[in-house]
Protein backbone atom coordinates (compact mmCIF):
# COMPACT_ATOMS: atom_id res chain seq x y z
CA UNK A 1 0.00 0.00 0.00
CA UNK A 2 1.22 2.97 -1.09
CA UNK A 3 1.91 5.90 2.00
CA UNK A 4 0.10 9.29 1.16
CA UNK A 5 1.84 11.76 1.41
CA UNK A 6 0.90 14.95 3.76
CA UNK A 7 2.76 17.70 1.26
CA UNK A 8 1.96 19.29 -1.27
CA UNK A 9 3.84 21.17 -4.23
CA UNK A 10 3.88 24.67 -4.28
CA UNK A 11 3.24 27.32 -1.60
CA UNK A 12 5.80 28.83 0.77
CA UNK A 13 8.13 27.31 3.50
CA UNK A 14 8.76 29.74 6.66
CA UNK A 15 12.10 29.30 8.45
CA UNK A 16 11.19 31.89 11.03
CA UNK A 17 8.25 34.24 11.18
CA UNK A 18 8.77 37.93 11.84
CA UNK A 19 8.87 38.38 15.49
CA UNK A 20 9.30 35.16 16.34
CA UNK A 21 12.29 34.50 18.85
CA UNK A 22 15.39 33.35 17.86
CA UNK A 23 16.56 29.65 19.64
CA UNK A 24 19.39 31.33 21.12
CA UNK A 25 20.17 30.77 24.49
CA UNK A 26 21.58 34.12 26.81
CA UNK A 27 23.05 33.99 30.61
CA UNK A 28 20.55 36.24 32.48
CA UNK A 29 22.19 38.38 34.52
CA UNK A 30 21.85 38.47 38.05
CA UNK A 31 18.90 40.92 39.62
CA UNK A 32 20.19 43.67 41.79
CA UNK A 33 17.14 42.70 44.41
CA UNK A 34 14.56 40.16 44.53
CA UNK A 35 11.17 40.44 46.46
CA UNK A 36 9.88 37.38 47.93
CA UNK A 37 6.37 37.56 48.62
CA UNK A 38 5.64 35.93 52.22
CA UNK A 39 2.78 34.30 50.88
CA UNK A 40 2.85 31.37 48.30
CA UNK A 41 -0.09 29.74 47.19
CA UNK A 42 -2.88 28.55 49.48
CA UNK A 43 -1.40 29.14 52.31
CA UNK A 44 -1.74 31.69 54.87
CA UNK A 45 0.90 34.63 54.96
CA UNK A 46 3.89 34.27 57.56
CA UNK A 47 5.91 35.68 59.40
CA UNK A 48 9.38 36.14 58.54
CA UNK A 49 12.25 34.37 60.88
CA UNK A 50 14.96 36.88 59.28
CA UNK A 51 15.65 40.32 59.98
CA UNK A 52 16.37 43.44 58.24
CA UNK A 53 20.02 43.31 57.46
CA UNK A 54 21.32 39.22 57.69
CA UNK A 55 22.72 37.68 55.02
CA UNK A 56 21.12 35.29 53.50
CA UNK A 57 22.25 31.78 51.26
CA UNK A 58 20.49 30.96 48.09
CA UNK A 59 17.75 28.03 49.44
CA UNK A 60 17.64 29.43 53.11
CA UNK A 61 14.39 29.58 54.57
CA UNK A 62 12.88 32.96 54.86
CA UNK A 63 9.54 32.40 56.53
CA UNK A 64 7.46 29.12 57.74
CA UNK A 65 4.70 27.96 60.12
CA UNK A 66 4.67 24.27 60.62
CA UNK A 67 1.23 24.53 62.72
CA UNK A 68 -0.90 25.79 59.67
CA UNK A 69 -1.73 25.65 55.98
CA UNK A 70 1.46 27.04 54.29
CA UNK A 71 4.41 26.15 52.56
CA UNK A 72 8.47 27.72 53.84
CA UNK A 73 9.47 30.07 51.44
CA UNK A 74 12.70 29.87 50.43
CA UNK A 75 15.65 32.73 49.38
CA UNK A 76 15.95 32.09 45.73
CA UNK A 77 19.55 34.16 45.40
CA UNK A 78 22.57 34.74 48.17
CA UNK A 79 22.72 38.51 49.81
CA UNK A 80 21.21 40.85 52.45
CA UNK A 81 17.57 41.35 53.45
CA UNK A 82 17.84 45.00 53.33
CA UNK A 83 13.30 45.61 53.68
CA UNK A 84 10.09 44.22 54.37
CA UNK A 85 7.57 45.95 51.83
CA UNK A 86 3.80 45.13 51.24
CA UNK A 87 3.37 44.65 47.49
CA UNK A 88 -0.04 43.82 45.92
CA UNK A 89 -0.81 40.27 43.80
CA UNK A 90 -3.89 39.25 42.47
CA UNK A 91 -5.18 42.83 43.89
CA UNK A 92 -4.19 41.73 47.69
CA UNK A 93 -1.84 43.33 49.82
CA UNK A 94 1.62 40.64 51.03
CA UNK A 95 3.90 41.74 52.71
CA UNK A 96 7.09 40.62 51.01
CA UNK A 97 11.21 40.45 51.62
CA UNK A 98 13.54 42.65 49.83
CA UNK A 99 16.95 41.00 48.91
CA UNK A 100 20.29 42.90 47.70
CA UNK A 101 21.64 40.06 45.53
CA UNK A 102 25.27 39.50 46.51
CA UNK A 103 27.99 37.14 45.68
CA UNK A 104 26.78 33.69 44.19
CA UNK A 105 27.33 31.14 47.29
CA UNK A 106 26.62 28.10 47.54
CA UNK A 107 23.07 26.88 47.86
CA UNK A 108 21.57 25.84 51.60
CA UNK A 109 21.16 21.88 51.88
CA UNK A 110 18.04 20.67 53.22
CA UNK A 111 19.02 18.84 56.62
CA UNK A 112 18.55 14.98 56.44
CA UNK A 113 18.39 15.11 52.39
CA UNK A 114 19.79 11.82 50.66
CA UNK A 115 21.11 11.08 47.27
CA UNK A 116 19.59 7.43 48.11
CA UNK A 117 15.77 8.88 48.20
CA UNK A 118 14.59 5.11 47.42
CA UNK A 119 15.33 4.34 50.19
CA UNK A 120 13.70 6.77 52.80
CA UNK A 121 10.25 6.07 54.10
CA UNK A 122 7.24 7.73 53.45
CA UNK A 123 7.13 10.24 56.01
CA UNK A 124 11.08 11.13 55.76
CA UNK A 125 10.21 11.79 51.56
CA UNK A 126 7.41 13.83 52.50
CA UNK A 127 9.21 15.96 55.60
CA UNK A 128 11.69 17.05 53.08
CA UNK A 129 9.53 17.78 50.50
CA UNK A 130 7.54 20.00 52.56
CA UNK A 131 10.75 21.94 53.86
CA UNK A 132 11.84 22.07 50.19
CA UNK A 133 8.84 23.99 49.60
CA UNK A 134 7.40 21.70 47.11
CA UNK A 135 3.63 22.07 47.05
CA UNK A 136 0.55 20.41 44.75
CA UNK A 137 0.81 21.03 41.24
CA UNK A 138 -2.06 23.42 40.82
CA UNK A 139 -2.73 26.78 41.46
CA UNK A 140 -3.79 26.45 45.07
CA UNK A 141 -0.25 25.52 46.49
CA UNK A 142 -1.29 22.96 49.28
CA UNK A 143 1.83 21.74 50.98
CA UNK A 144 2.19 18.24 49.50
CA UNK A 145 1.57 16.78 52.93
CA UNK A 146 -2.14 17.83 53.01
CA UNK A 147 -2.51 15.81 49.56
CA UNK A 148 -3.09 12.53 48.67
CA UNK A 149 -0.12 12.15 46.26
CA UNK A 150 3.42 13.54 45.44
CA UNK A 151 4.29 14.35 42.43
CA UNK A 152 8.11 13.56 41.23
CA UNK A 153 8.70 15.58 37.64
CA UNK A 154 11.71 14.75 35.29
CA UNK A 155 11.71 16.89 31.80
CA UNK A 156 8.42 16.91 30.38
CA UNK A 157 7.22 14.22 32.28
CA UNK A 158 4.91 13.75 35.28
CA UNK A 159 4.25 10.69 37.58
CA UNK A 160 2.32 10.32 40.04
CA UNK A 161 3.66 8.36 43.09
CA UNK A 162 1.16 8.01 45.72
CA UNK A 163 2.20 7.85 48.99
CA UNK A 164 -0.90 6.60 51.22
Same mark, same amino acid.
Given at each position: ?43 ? *? ?5 ? +? ?6 ? &?? $?? @? %? ?36 ? *? ?5 ? +? ?6 ? &?? $?? @? %? ?41
Amino acid at each position: MKRESRRFKGGYSFRRFKGTLESKLEKAKRPEKVIIPLKQGFGK *ELQPNVS +IGDDVVAG &QV $LA @R %DDESLSTPIHATVSGKVEKFTPVTISGKRINSVVIKTG *EPREPRI +IEESSLEW &QN $LS @R %DKIEKLLYHCGVTSLGRSGIPTHFNSSVYFTGGCRTNNYSLH
